[in-house]
Structures are given as C-alpha cells and as structure tokens.
C-alpha cells in the first residue's frame, strides 16, 4: 500500500469546514483513498473513499486532486463531536484473499480539535 | 452500516493468566476478520488476519503462540492473549470485512481495554 502524509494537528472553530489534507504521491491506479476517524479509546470509523472523482455522503466530502497525488477531506460544519483523529489511507479494493492483502495500514494521522 | 461487536470492552486481569476477546459482526457474515493492537498515543497495529475456516496470518514481530486467534464461524473471531504480562496491556480492536469474494469494506468494533497487573 502507497504511504501518506498528513499534518500531526490541526484545529477548527466550530460551525466553520475543517479542511484536512493528505499526500498521497505514490498512489497506485488500482487504489482508493480512504478516510477513517477514531474518537477517543473508541474503533475506527468509516468516513468515506473514493479514486479519481470527488465524493460526498453524509459525513463528508472528499477531494481528490487530478493527476490523485493528494486529497482533502471536508467536514462541512464542524462540530465539538468530530474532535478526533483522522486517518487517510490508501490501499487497492481488490478481493481479500488473507494474509496482509487488503487490510488497511493505519499511518499517525491527523489530530483534529474542533473548539467552541 | 455493518456493525461489529466486541466483548468485554474492558478486562483487568492478574500476570500470567490469559484472556479470551470476543469479535461478533451482527449484520453480516465476515469472511475475513483483522486483529489490531493500539498503545496509548500510538496508531492502530495489524496484528493478524484470520479468514473463516482457517489459520491466522500473523505479522511480523507478533507471536502467534502467545496470541491465538480462531475464526470458527463467519460472525465470530476470538483473539486470546495467553500468558499475559504487564506489556501486553492495550487496546485489542478488530475488524471485519464480509461478502462473498471481495469488494468489501471494513467495519471497526469498539475495541476492548487490556490492563495487566
């Protein structure tokens, strides 16, 4: 799987977008990014992915430049409860057929503190 | 979304014993189920990946007599910490990924709080 680079910290005034980027210039085409957030001593949680063409859902919207070497996930309006730190990972979508293939490779992340 | 469990979500044991964790998904059958270890102030740590019906893979560096995983049925995964020692403490999450052949993505349990005295 393709390494990224993330800022170590970030912070956010509530109610306004948290922009959080991520580098990602050895992408492969086969594979996606992916973005996951974990909330203190809590599991990860899925937030959204996506490979060339920009995505939104729900929880957020994700970036993803041209020639694919970085992306931004966007989180609208940011509340006290997306304090958290965010993962950005990259990784092909292929079959799982065990072993390390298609798990995912958790880097530092970004700490994200929304404030009042 | 696909939901995972797991059980307890907090144990405190005495050195030298051993301690079984429990991972359910409830939605689905998980073909194939990750085991990650987190230490305070660190990032999630693959540990092993089990696919049902058969053995764990182990990564590197992880002792699979000391960390035994069994993968019994599609909806559950067991990791047991044997012998466990002060070291041993931390934070045991899993994951589980489901479906018939791939394409899938994967779904975190809450994780579970090791503390060995």
């Known amino acids: 799987d393709a390494k990224t680079t993330q800022p170590p910290s970030m912070d956010c005034a509530e109610g306004r977008a948290a922009n959080l980027p991520c580098n990602h210039s050895t992408i492969s085409g086969n594979e996606y990014v992916y973005w996951y957030r974990q909330i203190h001593s809590q599991g990860p949680q899925y937030i959204i992915h996506?490979?060339?063409n920009n995505e939104t859902n729900e929880m957020a919207s994700l970036i993803i430049t041209e020639d694919r070497k970085s992306s931004t996930l966007i989180l609208p309006h940011a509340t006290l409860r997306d304090t958290a730190v965010y993962y950005c990972?990259?990784?092909?979508?292929?079959?799982?057929?065990?072993?390390?293939?298609?798990?995912?490779?958790f880097g530092k992340g970004t700490k994200l503190s929304v404030k009042p | 979304g696909a939901v995972v469990s797991q059980h307890p979500s907090r144990v405190i044991c005495k050195s030298g014993t051993s301690v079984k964790i429990e991972c359910r998904s409830l939605d689905f059958q998980a073909t194939t189920m990750f085991w990650y270890r987190q230490f305070p102030k660190q990032s999630l740590m693959l540990m092993a990946t089990s696919n049902e019906g058969s053995k764990a893979t182990y990564e590197q560096g992880v002792e699979k007599d000391k960390f035994l995983i069994n993968h019994a049925s599609l909806t559950l995964s067991t990791l047991t910490v044997t012998s466990a020692h002060p070291e041993d403490s931390s934070f045991y999450i899993c994951?589980?990924?489901?479906?018939?052949?791939?394409?899938?993505?994967?779904?975190f349990g809450p994780g579970t709080r090791l503390t060995v005295l």
């Open positions: 994951s589980a990924t489901g479906g018939g052949g791939g394409y899938n993505e994967q779904f």
């Open positions: 990972i990259v990784r092909a979508r292929g079959k799982i057929y065990g072993g390390s293939q298609g798990n995912l490779i």
């Open positions: 996506g490979l060339k």
